[in-house]
């Protein structure tokens, strides 16, 4: 568990990155792919992230990890401004490997013709420094870390894995160079049910052995509460709330959150909301995508619960207890109007 | 299940083997009816089987992949096809008009460079004998009838203008435009977001009260099964390893392999807890075993599981009711 005195490892604040400038007369909306993110990591953590696709989970991982240049905001870890690095400093940073990226399908993320000991020591070789005993040694011990008899398959090639195996195989790539933080994009969603409790179970496990802080990016929402400390929510391009895991998924304080947790499957039905409660039945009258696009609440089209305050976007502000912060005007409060079926004039009023 | 009408199966697969490549065997011994109006679900780890059985009941096998022996058989009565060697005619009849599929990836489906409309029109002109005005003003009914709002301005999209739920929703409008008896779907909803699934499997629900259909759902999550489907078959490496109805097989799994799936299955809990894991690899496709193919990953194995094949047997009434079945001699053994 984590001792909320230590300053965060990873500190993102108020992150902003655009890919695109729109084209005039789409609607596109402004071409930000995130919107003043704020994220706090520490060591031995597990923060997960959850969203639909396009929701900009993916572009904080590259963001962070410097594939995309921000538009606004910072990325701090370990107290150092990453945005203000350049040039030497910055391959330098890059070169030590503090920060990985684990990609979600190992066969197109790992190069096919190389060997797994090849594959798990290219990132030794990049920091540079090591015999060649000392790095066949690290190779070995990343290999059995994950759970991977280094004899067994070090000779072999991608193929020749097992789906878990082969994500295995992109873990101890990523551990290899001993890194602070691990930035994991859907590391589980190609495997089967079994294999996906197993790589997680695997995450658990590394961050207590190597006090590693990870962000795992899911969508499986039950098997991401088993390990997951804290999850912050995403929304088309906005951090729409976040939390401890349980309290989050257990009472959700921002609608898209409830949705999501009424809509996530499951083998027995213990979420007392169901999908249709949360759910905008009937296309709202007024055009609420507009809202959104004028500077409303991202969630504003889809949202039972959207009102006249919603037209301007609400930040992400503390709630109570303090640990827990959503970005809604009437966070939590909805829950109240749920059973009394009220109308959407009664919520507002 | 009142009336005669709904009693009759509108599928009845009887002992399909079908193998693979250099003759190895990846389907045995499976059969299941499936009722009208029903929906069941096929639940199994990738390589099981489950996507070959149901690509038998399309006629869609790969290219290497050939029917051993078994029955097919679609509709009942005087309406009865046998599917399993069927020629390109039959198919022709049956495909699309009396069995509809609906797969992962959307997008693979639809033609990128034509309009949706086009494409739901083409099939109700081509195969659905309807006159151009005719076939756009169903086009735009089916539209909306799989909830996609505007459906006169999604007509005009073309498929990269939509998200792959709406995309989800056009295949389904197409699947169902010439009201087949049966819909399978495999993975249908796999790739999709968590909130767009469940809208899909309500819509599905919804098509099946409306359009009278039969649900085959294709799936490796028994929680998809668990809201969806009445009746559920759990595969195995090429077997029907358990069958019932799902509440039951779901609430007292008889077969060791089942009670490890639900194991791993979403349970709806959001605490923190070991994540478990079924241990061991399934075995490769074609190979052989003498007995139970699930005894090697079984923490209950006997000498017994590997003496002889083991057959799909009746589970006792006392522990489970009519129509469910088990693939494990624990089954036989009282309790």
Not at chain 1, 56 to 69: D, E, F, N, P
Not at chain 2, 43 to 72: A, N, Q, Y
Not at chain 2, 273 to 279: A, E, K
Request: proline share 6%; aromatic share 4%; net charge negative.
């Amino acid at each position: 568990m984590t001792t909320p005195t230590t300053t965060p490892l990873l500190k993102v604040t108020d992150l902003s990155v655009s890919y695109a400038r729109p084209k005039k007369g789409t609607h596109l909306g402004t071409g930000a792919a995130l919107h003043g993110a704020s994220l706090e990591v520490r060591r031995g953590e597990i923060v997960g992230i959850v969203g639909e696709t396009g929701s900009g989970k993916t572009t904080l991982a590259r963001a962070t990890v410097g594939l995309v240049t921000p538009a606004a905001g910072t990325i701090e870890f370990e107290g150092a401004d990453l945005g203000a690095l350049r040039g030497r400093a910055l391959r330098e940073f890059r070169r030590r490997g503090q920060v990985q990226l684990v990609f979600q399908d190992p066969l197109r993320s790992l190069d096919p013709d190389l060997t797994v000991a090849r594959l798990v020591g290219e990132p030794l070789d990049i920091a540079g420094g090591l015999s060649s005993r000392e790095r066949s040694a690290r190779i070995d011990e990343a290999l059995r870390e994950v759970g991977l008899d280094p004899g067994e398959v070090r000779g072999r090639r991608p193929r020749q894995l097992s789906g878990g195996q082969r994500q295995r195989v992109s873990l101890a790539r990523a551990i290899v160079t001993r890194p602070a933080l691990l930035f994991c994009d859907e590391p589980v969603s190609a495997l089967d049910v079994s294999n996906r409790n197993l790589v997680l179970n695997l995450l658990d496990r590394l961050r207590r052995d190597l006090d590693l802080a990870v962000v795992v990016i899911a969508h499986d929402l039950s098997s991401l509460a088993g390990i997951a400390d804290r999850v912050a929510v995403f929304y088309r391009s906005r951090l729409v709330e976040q939390g401890p895991t349980r309290d989050v998924l257990e009472r959700p304080a921002h609608p898209y959150t409830a949705l999501l947790t009424a809509s996530a499957p499951s083998v027995e039905r213990h979420h007392e909301i169901r999908p249709a409660d949360v759910r905008l039945d009937a296309e709202p009258t007024e055009d609420r995508a507009g809202w959104t696009a004028q500077g409303g609440c991202v969630f504003a089209a889809r949202c039972r619960f959207a009102h006249d305050a919603c037209r301007v976007q609400p930040d992400l502000v503390p709630l109570d207890p303090p640990t827990r912060e959503a970005a809604c005007y009437v966070a939590g409060e909805w829950a109240a109007h749920l059973k009394t079926n009220l109308t959407q004039q009664e919520i507002a009023s | 299940m009142s009336s005669q009408l709904e009693a009759l199966p509108m599928l009845q697969v009887e002992g399909l083997q079908v193998s693979v490549g250099d003759h190895l065997v990846a389907v045995r011994d499976v059969s299941f009816a499936i009722r009208r109006g029903e929906s069941v679900g096929l639940v199994g780890e990738s390589g099981s089987g489950k996507t070959l059985t149901c690509r038998s009941v399309l006629g869609l096998l790969p290219e290497t992949g050939e029917i051993d022996h078994g029955s097919i058989v679609l509709g009942s009565g005087p309406d009865a096809v046998e599917l399993t060697g069927a020629r390109r005619g039959t198919w022709d009849k049956v495909r699309g008009t009396r069995v509809a599929a609906v797969f992962q990836d959307p997008a693979s489906y639809l033609n990128p460079s034509l309009t949706i409309g086009h494409q739901v029109d083409e099939v109700l002109r081509v195969r659905g004998g309807l006159g151009r005005r005719a076939a756009r003003e169903r086009t735009i009914e089916l539209l909306t009838e799989v909830g996609l709002h505007d459906a006169e301005l999604v007509y005009h999209r073309y498929p990269f203008e939509l998200s792959g739920g709406m995309l989800q929703r056009v295949i389904i409008a197409i699947a169902v435009s010439l009201n087949p008896e049966l819909l399978i779907a495999d993975e249908a909803t796999t790739a999709l977001d968590t909130v767009v699934q469940a809208e899909i499997l309500e819509l599905l629900q919804r098509l099946r009260r409306t359009h009278q259909l039969s649900l085959l759902l294709v799936t490796h999550d028994l929680a998809v099964v668990a809201e969806t489907c009445e009746r559920v078959l759990v595969m195995y490496a090429g077997e029907i390893v358990e069958s019932g109805p799902t509440d039951q097989v779901l609430g007292d799994p008889q077969h060791p392999y089942t009670q490890a799936l639900m194991g791993v299955a979403s349970i709806g809990d959001w605490s923190r807890r070991t994540l478990d894991t079924i241990p061991g690899q399934p075995p490769a496709a074609g190979e052989e075993l003498p007995g139970c193919r699930f005894a090697p990953r079984c923490r209950y194995a006997a000498a017994e599981c590997v003496a002889g094949p083991i057959p799909l047997a009746p589970v006792d009434a006392g522990s489970g009711g009519p129509g469910r079945a088990s693939r494990c001699v624990r089954v036989a053994v009282p309790a």
